[in-house]
């Protein structure tokens, strides 16, 4: 399967993209090239990749050597491979490339923007054709909520810490206090009478169910978004971040909770930009990774103060001044925290089997045909055997195999030592990051050896 806007696609469709990529008013309008300093209107731009513009910028001289009759670049530091074959180097002028490479897959992200029809209906597709891998398009989504309250799958609400102390000291501590029914609230830090000290501070938990996903998905993008439900800026204006979380209870929370946030910070939303509706968090490889693909995935909010540990930008405003950055929780009703996560389900792959040729005595060719990879390219491929004339062999019977990194295609593999005149069963078999796909079995039947013939006088 390709996944639609996916590195594979790209590669397939390049030259159709690179096309749209260099009309005048269509390339600007879906791959905003000028926007990033590309060349438009030229011949520069060779490839485009989901997060990333391949440039051809110049020929230079380079050392060269000749492979299946064309002229491509060598580069060895054998010494000795260079004096054998030194009759065949020449120097050619060849192109080089420039890669602009973008933190984000922003290519395929302008591209689902502009075809968001196309996409949708890839999403209805795959929905629709999930039971049947062959047919799915590989761009499944799945959307999840924190449940209300506490006891059920998953949930969400604040943990906090009062006391009247320093910055630092009121981060650190232990939490004092934890809600998980509440319907809105957010992060916050509040001021005590102290000058320079405050008398509480606010995290967020979040906790999806995501078991759906399985183990076998492959995690391509992920939004988790929080509707905001206002702002105070008392003590100064931070960002909120989002980061892991490890509460006790994925379904509950407590006061420890508070200690369980990570330092790393996944995505962000500035202060100026938190609005009455839904933030999105876009988040970064590791917030995908902190997806749990066969349990339930936390997430936590805390203000840039707070997870950064900077008070860059935060002053003491007197008593019982705050600042806050509200957001809804499940149990406010409605616009509920959300996770998006795009994904593609990896499944084994399609693999067939084709009669076996150049059968010897103790010999035989397989022949096979990954025609799906499942989502992911295979590690091995090859052909599982057993003497016998019924039922089918499996990887723990005798194999041939190679490993490698194998896409869709016919392939063949020498199958040796096998004994003559002996009837087999043969069958093709791929291996991916999931498991195993088989073929059909063949039934191959080796040549009779030479039996001698004793005449008695």
């Not at 731009?45 to 064309?70: F, Q, R, Y």
């Not at 599982?384 to 990194?405: H, L, N």
Request: proline share 3%; net charge positive.
């Amino acid at each position: 399967m390709i996944q639609v806007f996916g590195t594979e696609w790209f590669k397939k469709y390049n030259k159709l993209i690179v096309k749209l990529a260099k009309l005048p008013f269509i390339g600007e309008r879906i791959f905003c090239i000028k926007k990033y300093g590309f060349k438009l209107d030229t011949k520069d731009i060779i490839e485009i990749k989901p997060n990333a513009v391949v440039e051809d910028c110049k020929l230079m001289w380079t050392k060269c050597v000749k492979v299946n009759g064309k002229w491509v670049a060598y580069d060895c530091t054998n010494s000795l491979h260079n004096r054998l074959i030194k009759k065949e180097y020449k120097e050619k002028l060849l192109p080089t490339r420039k890669q602009h490479i973008f933190v984000r897959n922003e290519f395929a992200l302008r591209l689902q923007s502009v075809f968001y029809p196309i996409w949708i209906t890839f999403h209805i597709w795959d929905i629709i054709t999930r039971p049947i891998p062959q047919l799915n398009l590989g761009f499944d989504t799945l959307t999840v909520y924190p449940d209300a309250s506490s006891g059920s799958d998953s949930v969400d609400g604040w943990v906090d810490r009062v006391g009247d102390e320093s910055f630092s000291s009121i981060r650190t501590g232990a939490g004092t206090g934890s809600s998980p029914t509440s319907g809105g609230n957010g992060c916050f830090l509040q001021a005590s009478l102290t000058s320079n000290q405050y008398i509480d501070l606010g995290r967020n938990i979040f906790t999806f169910k995501t078991s759906s996903l399985t183990s076998g998905a492959t995690i391509s993008a992920a939004v988790l978004s929080l509707y905001g439900n206002g702002k105070y800026d008392g003590l100064g204006s931070p960002a909120l971040h989002v980061c892991a979380t490890t509460p006790t209870a994925v379904n509950n929370l407590q006061n420890s909770d508070y200690g369980q946030f990570g330092s790393t910070s996944f995505a962000n939303v500035t202060y100026a930009n938190w609005a009455n509706s839904y933030n999105d968090f876009t988040l970064s490889a590791g917030g995908i990774s902190n997806i749990n693909k066969s349990g339930v995935s936390c997430f936590g909010s805390m203000l840039s103060w707070d997870i950064l540990n900077n008070t860059t930008g935060l002053t003491w405003g007197g008593s019982n001044t705050f600042t806050q950055i509200v957001c809804r929780f499940s149990d406010y009703g409605s616009n509920k925290p959300k996770l998006v996560v795009t994904y593609t389900v990896v499944v084994a792959p399609t693999v067939t089997t084709q009669s076996a040729t150049n059968v010897a005595q103790t010999s035989c060719t397989g022949n096979g045909n990954i025609t799906a990879t499942g989502g992911a390219n295979a590690t091995r491929r090859g052909f599982c055997y057993k003497v016998g004339t019924s039922g089918d062999p499996t990887v723990a019977d005798s194999t041939a195999y190679d490993d490698g990194d194998f896409s869709t295609g016919a392939y063949t593999k020498g199958i040796t030592g096998l004994t003559a005149g002996t009837g087999y069963r043969v069958r093709a078999y791929a291996i991916n990051s999931v498991g195993v796909g088989y073929g059909d079995t063949v039934q191959v039947t080796t040549k009779a050896g030479f039996i001698p013939q004793i005449i008695i006088m």
